[in-house]
């Protein structure tokens, strides 16, 4: 069962500045991003103004304002992915699911990001959807990829 | 007597008599040395889960009990031959533990019905281990004397994809805390800063300050309460020691971290992971709960009257928190923006107290240095900079992974012996290293040593210790465009020079890298004119802004303007990229010998910069072109051609 | 302690725990700075002040590096000047380059700087920021794209004001400084003090603007332009011509104003005296019914609109009575316009006032009657300046005159109201008279002088012990408010200023970034006080016949309608 936002923002103590950014995260894990009434009420607890709530989430990457899709893709941007062709990976990606990065799609299926490096720099370029990693991928595949995720739904 | 009371009591007890025949023994079979039923390791590291490492296990678990073999898997973490992952390692009773790269999940079955039936399925092999107890395979090298080992010499990597990196009687039975316990038993903190500023220890995370003098500092400073920071915010594009080393031997990070604390006086650690590290944050999660189990953590540890407790912090996502000040300010729920300096953390830190950051692979030599003593350490390395270095060799190279090698190393074996040069028979352009705001250094410069000083000189930097290959298809000035376009992004906003200086270098070389049609005059004019402010402004950023970040923020652009002038001036004055990578400076043209007048082409020009009547050769208007490939790729007679 | 340290060549005496920028203050070497705010904490963001260190590599920020015996600083070497040029530069590339057509032209921190450091030529190009101004705010007009990010908004209203209406969204180079969310000011908690604005070194942050509608009514022959200066007013609006600041020009500014086309000149300083009369009443009756104590003042609409978002529980305990401003706007619609025999519906009732959250007060629904509001329009003392300016008015030139009847005669208690403390001494020389039927020879309360932002004054009146809180600068009513929620009960009368020095140091004054003038100004309004003769509120002769005629006595039915308000709970984004 979904744990409810009173429920994940009473596990941490009121008023504890330092516990800021984990109760973000935690609220993050469990509903995929911040909404409003999450930024006014973890302020309350914190005892922050939420305009300080939302200036410091809207400093981290991690942080997201709109519930990511269904297929939640990222497009490695790391130096050795670049140097592989993961530019034109990520506007194909961009062409075929017609997204921006940082956008979710209309239909709320797909969300796309592009992130500074995942670590898999030995089997570059990569692309992760939903956590499983596409390695080595090459332009044609990425079509193929996303009608996979598409027929899925 | 269960595994955690026999090591509290026989090995880790004031009292433990190691030498006792018993107590050997039992630890040998802790850690392996000795087996009694086979053991498969899987290599599980991240890089070992991308390559499928999961799917690998599950086949490995599946055949295990389909066959009815009595075995114990391990999932171990990266021994740095990423390239060759998934590895799995198997050591039957009595026989040395052999490795095999490339393992994925269609193969596991014929590989272990070939080791179980003693036969070595050499296609897959990469060597056996040296160990005196056990038989050696036939024909099967040694895997420390394969060429990607041969050079390194490894004291932070030393069990990273051999030992159990899930397991603290591992780490104990291979001498691990003992250390630990012998610093708080018999040593002053006063005594173990000593002891590392004797060793010459430098920070491995940048800066290259020396690590005891830092404690020092923050020992002398009084004050009711201070902390040790571990930064494990690695987010350099290319770089993953530190993850890595947690993921590998999250223990020997621990026991390092433990040490420190108690010379600096610091009671609490934090330790900050990058939130996408969900692995290595697992990792420290499960070790940390290990401790408190252990009693290694905790109040009045071991009865030493020593308090001490770690806090795990997950960083969400922010490349200027790996500087100390902005980290600092991230662990107290703020946005990570650094501070000036002074007043240095080491006096006013973490909540205002006295606090010494350090990075994960300078925390993690500390045990080593505690356990053989500065002088041993003191041995390995260069006068200018002692130990070892962990880099993580990416882009181009033939096996990517990571090494670590004796400080004073030449670049070029690094590269050309251990990770054995460039893939695809392509030739060697440049090596960054030094991550974001490191520098492209040229072949020429191969000879340069692994130091501080030694690559300062030459402008470059150690850093963090990524080491990217570029091979003849990579284009400097993509590169570097590349560099400045990752830090105007994660550039804090704070100071002015960082925030709009890096923006507008990044500007000025997307403005030589395309070629706009119809550029008028003006637009021309301000293309040189930015080329003529780089330096001037790259001078400006260096000098003036607040942290690390602003002021390296240049170097990959100095660098390659240095190394690589002629690749420069090819995109500004002649519009072209030799390396092809600058797509709209392609020029493209058609064979007309080839070309059949299939109009494929002319439909799809986004620019209708191609003309010609069906049936008969087309052309392309080169000031329409945009350079954008797209007739190159439809034309199925290879007509199209690159100029 | 005091030592050597070498600067361009020279030796200078500095201060152990000084920054170098405190060290080359005090020995009257200025270099320029953005971001630094006097006596808080450095920030260092803006590069500005950067000097050559001898030894140090790079270039050191003044502002917050301490300064050391060694040292030997540059302040204006070629590598220093060529240094801050090219960030100013680099600020200039981001900014939307419309000087000619900004609030600030002439008056902005960057402006100055490109000026001082000789930028002749447009060195870079590159893509600007877009972003849309927030005009939601009745009292501020937010403009992002001319913001340099340098945070001092963000610090004042932080650790000054304590109020953290805004905060940096965002990072790098798509930082920016807005309002929770990034939505309307409306919606924030914003209080409208204005303190933001003060310190903006750019064109960011601005007081919101209406001038077409007063220049309509001004050359409409239909209608009757009024308008009313603040207290503070008099004293503040030399300096907008050169003058030295806390010279009192009143006489010459009512002239000005007439030859502006203003039709009727009045002084809030009448409206002041009034509200002392109504608020020592109201006070009085609190004490003799023992009704809701302590009473908080309610002329600073910054303040009120505080303890609405923040306190709904003490709305009780404030004054009924509106402010100075309000309630002489009041008095011009339904006491004056019949009496000059016209209709409330022809008089554009216009006020200058040092503040820019008496826009948002003028527009609140409690302060129009019956379809007419109190207050049409609110200039701030900048404003008005500049309407002198355009019409060509050299007010060295003017002959001073007074202000008009039936509120021509003012108290120097009703003046009082322009500083902090002042309020409370004007109500006490009242509440005097009232308990005692005698008027008090206490006429110079020095605890309530003093610089603090916090003061407490106790003293016998007639058979009442009574204790009188002060607080200026809004960031210090909160530990007053939590000791009255806890149970203190020495405290029977509260004023609350939102700004430091009170209406002095308002959010509307002139601009000075180097030198606020808060207490030249403050000095002006004492030494006036000490000058003249009618020192009470209710000895004002005027008011006394505007008592006799129309209002009858405080608390009156009549004074009830037209110059008591009412508060409500008001929910914001905090």
Redesign the interface.
């Known amino acids: 069962m979904q744990a409810s936002l009173d429920d994940i923002i009473n596990r941490y103590k009121a008023g504890s500045r330092e516990s800021l950014l984990p109760l973000l995260q935690d609220i993050q894990i469990e509903f995929g991003y911040l909404n409003e009434e999450a930024i006014l009420k973890v302020g309350q607890h914190i005892k922050l103004p939420s305009s300080k709530v939302y200036g410091i989430a809207t400093f981290y990457d991690q942080f997201r304002f709109v519930q990511k899709g269904k297929f939640h893709i990222k497009v490695c941007r790391g130096t050795s992915c670049h140097m592989h062709g993961s530019l034109n990976i990520l506007r194909e990606v961009e062409r075929v699911l017609n997204l921006k990065e940082g956008q979710t799609s209309r239909d709320g299926r797909f969300s796309l990001e592009a992130v500074s490096c995942m670590g898999a720099c030995g089997s570059a370029p990569v692309l992760n959807v939903n956590g499983e990693f596409k390695t080595a991928i090459a332009i044609p595949d990425i079509a193929q990829i996303i009608n996979f995720y598409k027929s899925t739904i | 007597m269960d595994e955690k009371q026999f090591l509290i009591e026989k090995v880790l007890a004031a009292k433990a008599d190691l030498n006792q025949r018993e107590v050997t023994e039992t630890l040998a079979l802790l850690r392996h040395d000795t087996v009694n039923l086979p053991v498969v390791y899987i290599g599980s590291g991240?890089?070992g889960?991308?390559?499928g490492a999961n799917e690998t296990f599950k086949a490995v678990n599946k055949y295990l009990e389909e066959k009815n073999i009595k075995a114990e898997v391990v999932q171990v973490g990266c021994i740095g031959l990423?390239?060759y992952?998934p590895l799995v390692d198997i050591q039957l009773p009595g026989k040395a533990r052999i490795s095999f790269r490339n393992v994925t999940h269609e193969i596991v079955e014929t590989l272990l019905d070939d080791i179980f039936n003693s036969e070595v399925p050499f296609d897959h092999v990469l060597g056996q281990f040296n160990n005196k107890r056990h038989n050696k395979w036939d024909n099967v090298p040694l895997i420390n004397e394969l060429p990607f080992f041969k050079l390194q010499h490894r004291i932070v990597l030393a069990n990273c994809g051999i030992s159990n990196p899930d397991s603290i009687s591992d780490y104990i039975a291979r001498g691990g805390y003992q250390t630990y316990l012998k610093c708080i038993r018999n040593y002053t903190g006063e005594k173990i800063c000593n002891i590392v500023d004797q060793s010459a220890l430098r920070g491995r995370g940048g800066g290259g300050y020396r690590t005891g003098e830092k404690w020092i500092m923050a020992h002398n400073t009084v004050s009711d309460q201070k902390y040790l920071v571990c930064n494990a915010a690695e987010?350099?594009?290319?770089?993953?020691m530190d993850?890595a080393i947690i993921e590998g031997d999250p223990h020997l990070l621990l026991e390092g971290i433990a040490i420190t604390a108690y010379a600096i006086g610091a009671t609490k650690a934090y330790i900050y992971v990058m939130?996408?590290?969900s692995q290595a944050y697992f990792m420290l999660n499960q070790a940390i709960t290990q401790l408190k189990e252990y009693g290694l953590i905790g109040y009045n540890v071991f009865d030493s009257g020593v308090d001490f407790k770690i806090i795990l912090?997950?960083g969400?996502?922010?490349?200027v928190c790996g500087e100390e000040t902005a980290l600092i300010n991230?662990?107290?729920?703020?946005?990570?923006?650094p501070?000036?300096k002074?007043p240095y953390p080491a006096i006013e830190g973490l909540f205002g107290k006295p606090t010494v950051i350090n990075n994960v692979e300078t925390l993690a030599n500390i045990p080593f240095i505690l356990r053989h003593g500065p002088l041993h350490f003191n041995e390995i390395g260069i006068p200018e900079a002692r130990g070892t270095k962990v880099f993580?060799i990416?882009?181009?190279a033939m096996i990517?992974?990571l090494v670590e090698v004796p400080m004073g190393t030449k670049i070029r074996d690094i590269i050309f012996k251990i990770a054995g040069g460039v893939k695809d028979d392509k030739d060697f352009k440049a090596v960054?290293i030094g991550g974001?705001s490191g520098s492209c250094l040229p072949a020429s410069q191969l000879d340069l040593t692994v130091g501080y000083e030694s690559l300062w000189n030459e402008g470059a930097i150690i850093g963090s210790g990524?080491m990217?290959v570029?091979d003849e298809d990579?284009c400097m000035v993509d590169?570097a465009k590349?560099?400045m376009n990752?830090l105007?992004?994660?550039?804090?906003?704070?100071?002015?020079?960082c925030?709009?200086?890096?923006?507008?270098i990044h500007?000025i070389l997307e403005n030589i890298t395309r070629r706009p049609t119809g550029e008028s005059g003006f637009e021309v004019l301000?293309r040189f004119?930015?080329i003529m402010?780089l330096a001037?402004?790259s001078e400006?950023i260096?000098?003036?802004?607040?942290c690390g970040l602003g002021?390296t923020a240049p170097n990959p652009l100095l660098s390659a303007m240095k190394w690589f002038r002629e690749e420069f001036e090819e995109h500004v004055f002649d519009r072209k990229c030799r390396a092809g990578v600058c797509k709209e400076l392609r020029l493209f043209y058609i064979d007309v010998d080839k070309c059949i007048g299939c109009v494929a082409c002319l439909r799809k020009c986004p620019s209708n910069a191609i003309v010609g009547q069906p049936r008969q050769p087309h052309f392309i208007i080169e000031e329409k072109c945009i350079g954008c490939g797209i007739c190159f790729d439809v034309c199925k007679f290879v007509a199209v051609k690159l100029k | 302690m005091l030592f050597d340290i070498e600067v361009n060549g020279k030796t200078i005496k500095a201060k152990r725990e000084d920054t170098i920028l405190m060290a080359l203050e005090r020995n009257g070497l200025k270099v320029p700075t953005l971001c630094h705010i006097k006596d808080l904490l450095p920030s260092g963001a803006c590069r500005m002040c950067v000097v050559e260190v001898e030894g140090r590599q790079g270039l050191i920020p003044a502002c917050s590096h301490p300064v050391e015996e060694w040292m030997k600083v540059r302040t204006h070497s070629p590598r220093v000047i060529k240094a801050r040029k090219t960030n100013t530069e680099l600020l200039l590339s981001n900014h939307p380059d419309d000087c000619l057509y900004c609030e600030r032209n002439g008056n902005c921190e960057l402006q100055k700087l490109a000026e001082d450091l000789n930028v002749r030529e447009r060195r870079f190009y590159g893509k600007k920021n877009k972003y849309k101004t927030d005009p939601s705010s009745a009292s501020l007009l937010r403009d992002p794209a001319k913001c340099i990010l340098c945070g001092r908004c963000i610090r004042i209203c932080e650790e000054i004001q304590k109020i953290t209406a805004l905060e940096f969204i965002g990072r790098g180079n798509k930082t920016q400084v807005g309002p929770a969310f990034n939505k309307g000011m409306n919606l924030s908690s914003c209080i409208n003090c204005g303190q933001c604005v003060m310190v903006c070194p750019t064109g960011a942050l601005a007081e919101k603007q209406y001038p077409a509608k007063l220049q309509d009514a001004l050359h409409n022959p239909a209608v009757k332009t009024v308008i009313q200066c603040s207290p503070t007013l008099s004293v503040t609006l030399a300096e907008e011509f050169g003058l030295r600041a806390g010279k009192d020009i009143e006489g010459i500014m009512y002239a000005a104003l007439r030859k502006l086309g203003f039709d009727f000149v009045f002084d809030t300083s009448f409206g002041a005296d009034l509200l002392i009369t109504e608020q020592a009443t109201e006070f009085y009756n609190r004490l003799k019914e023992g009704t809701i104590l302590p009473m908080f003042s309610s002329c600073c609409p910054a303040w009120i609109k505080y303890i609405e978002q923040t306190h709904p529980d003490l709305l009780g305990n404030v004054s009924a009575c509106k402010s100075p401003q309000q309630m002489l706007g009041a008095l011009v619609s339904n006491h004056f316009a019949p009496l000059a025999g016209m209709s409330a519906d022809d008089i554009y009732s216009v006020s200058a006032m040092p503040c820019i959250a008496k826009k948002f007060e003028s527009q609140r629904e409690q302060m129009t009657h019956k379809g007419i509001t109190d207050v049409d329009l609110v200039l701030t003392t900048r404003e008005l300046a500049r309407l002198i300016r355009l019409n060509g008015i050299d007010i060295e030139q003017v002959d001073p005159e007074h202000s008009d009847q039936p509120y021509q005669s003012r108290s120097t208690a009703g003046k009082m109201l322009a500083v902090s403390g002042g309020l409370t001494e004007a109500l006490i020389r009242t509440l005097h008279f009232l308990i005692t039927g005698k008027e008090t020879s206490l006429l110079k309360i020095q605890e309530l002088r003093s610089g603090k932002g916090r003061k407490e004054y106790f003293v016998k009146i007639g058979e009442y012990k009574l204790g009188f809180a002060v607080v200026n600068g809004i960031g210090n009513v909160e530990p007053l408010i939590s000791e009255i929620k806890k149970g203190r009960t020495d405290i029977h009368y509260i004023e609350v200023m939102a700004c430091d020095g009170g209406c002095v140091g308002g959010g509307g004054q002139p601009i000075h970034p180097e030198n606020n003038n808060i207490k030249a100004r403050a000095k002006s309004i004492y030494e006036l006080d000490e000058k003249e003769s009618n020192k009470f509120a209710h000895q004002n002769a005027s008011l006394q016949s505007v008592y006799n005629l129309f209002l009858l006595n405080p608390g009156s039915e009549v004074s009830l309608t037209h110059l008591y308000t009412t508060y409500e709970e008001r929910e914001v984004m905090r």
């Open positions: 991240t890089c889960k991308v390559a990423c390239s992952e987010s350099d594009p290319g770089a993953f993850r939130d996408e590290y912090v997950k969400p996502g922010a490349f991230s662990i107290e729920g703020k946005r990570g923006m501070r000036p002074p993580a990416s882009g181009k990517t992974g960054q974001p990524g990217i570029m990579t590169i590349f560099f990752f105007q992004k994660e550039s804090c906003g704070k100071c002015i020079p925030r709009e200086g890096t923006r507008r500007e301000e004119k930015g402010q001037d402004l400006v260096r000098d003036t802004s607040l002021q």
